[in-house]
């Protein structure tokens, strides 16, 4: 089930429950059910799925509430608040400072569209007056640094990178030493999607990212939170971008990574151009979802 069909089902049930004359047990059941099939048709994680439908019941105690409650509204705010619960990390990220030199180095499996979410994300703060500059440390792909070179060559923004040198760790160092020089604010460091190498990179860079962020294609489904922990457990990751959202994915399974990254969600991507990139807030998301 894509996004969109995911707030409709979840609207719906809310609405088929506000319609019943009496809202007892069986109608507040049913349409709990409703959301739980939604859910995990979208591949938000079972457990997620599972502790949501839990607290909304302990939090609509149908008994407890005097015959002067408006249960509708109850109820339809704790599933929005539940919601939200899932998408929230409960922290905020690090954010950048402009003016203040921050490396940010992106990590996620190759395909995830990391290449491309680097450049949007320094395209992004370029048009917010930051200075950024972008650096492949993936000496892993052949023509990774040619991808870049051509993204950033396009937005014009300072790259670095190297055909003959197969240490990321010395191209990451020499490339933030450049920019840091130059006076830019916000120095990506975009890598090869290899926990190992990005362990190392992280380990050893002279000057440690200020941020690490985990991109993370929203196709991938179920598989979604594994992947999240595994990077998670290499290398420090504090946000998350999900990508594609534009497409036929299901989204749940990579939103849903939060809880696995504990990291959260700080972008999105809806399409290949530069500028197809949205700020990620939980609760106008949730409240566009449910329509
Ligand atoms: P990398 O291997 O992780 O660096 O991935 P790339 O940046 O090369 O992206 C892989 C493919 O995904 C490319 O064809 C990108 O154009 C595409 N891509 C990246 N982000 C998005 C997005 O938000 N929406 C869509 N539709 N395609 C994307």
Request: net charge positive; aromatic share 8%; proline share 3%.
């Amino acid at each position: 089930m894509v996004l969109a069909q995911l707030g409709g089902s979840i609207s719906r049930a809310l609405q088929q429950m506000s319609n019943a004359t009496v809202i007892d047990e069986k109608v507040l059941n049913e349409c709990l059910n409703e959301i739980t099939r939604a859910l995990l048709q979208s591949d938000v994680q079972f457990k997620l799925v599972r502790d949501m439908q839990t607290n909304i019941k302990k939090i609509v105690n149908l008994e407890d509430l005097a015959a002067g409650h408006n249960k509708r509204k109850i109820i339809q705010q704790a599933v929005f608040n539940e919601l939200c619960k899932i998408l929230d990390a409960g922290k905020p990220s690090f954010t950048p400072k402009k003016g203040k030199p921050s490396v940010v180095m992106f990590v996620g499996l190759q395909g995830s569209g990391k290449t491309t979410t680097c450049t949007k994300y320094a395209y992004y703060h370029q048009k917010k007056g930051w200075k950024p500059a972008l650096v492949c440390a993936d000496t892993f792909r052949a023509g990774a640094f040619d991808q870049l070179k051509q993204n950033a060559t396009k937005a014009k923004i300072p790259f670095y990178g190297s055909y003959m040198e197969s240490d990321p760790v010395k191209i990451a160092v020499d490339g933030v030493d450049r920019f840091k020089k130059e006076n830019c604010d916000l120095i990506i460091v975009d890598t090869s999607g290899r926990h190992k190498q990005e362990a190392a990179l992280f380990e050893e860079m002279r000057q440690k990212p200020d941020l690490v962020i985990f991109v993370m294609d929203s196709s991938i489904g179920q598989a979604a939170f594994d992947q999240a922990q595994a990077f998670k457990q290499s290398v420090a990751v504090g946000a998350v971008i999900v990508t594609k959202m534009d497409g036929h994915a299901k989204g749940g399974g990579a939103l849903s990574a939060v809880a696995a990254t504990k990291s959260p969600v700080i972008f999105i991507g809806t399409g290949e151009h530069m500028d197809e990139f949205e700020v990620f807030d939980v609760k106008p998301f949730v409240s566009r979802l449910l329509g």
